[in-house]
Structure formats: C-alpha cells, structure tokens
C-alpha cells in the first residue's frame, strides 16, 4: 500500500505522535546510549512491551 512517500517501505507507516518533553529526552537519552534514533528507541520499546504481554 504505496502511500506517495518515497521515505518509507511499504511495510512501514509514518505516525504522529505528542509526547511529554521530558519523556522524550529520556528516551533520547536511552537511544543515544544504544546507539539508535529515538523513533528506533520508541518502536524497541512498544515491541518489548507488546512482547511482554503475550508471555
């Protein structure tokens, strides 16, 4: 499903999100130690949670 965006595959969507400011700088902070972006930070995280659940 193209969606006209040269920048993301098509097994990806863009999403827009509002975050508290000081919650993302700590993940900026955690994504800077593990050597990722903080969008890659955000998405590890929300997979570690959804894994967690089905456990």
Do not use: C, G, H, V
């Amino acid at each position: 499903m193209k969606k006209n965006d040269p920048f993301t595959r098509e097994d990806q969507t863009r999403f827009t999100m509002r975050i508290d400011t000081e919650l993302l700088e700590q993940i900026k902070a955690e994504a800077e130690k593990n050597k990722r972006s903080a969008a890659k930070e955000i998405e590890y995280i929300l997979e570690q949670y959804i894994k967690r659940l089905s456990e």
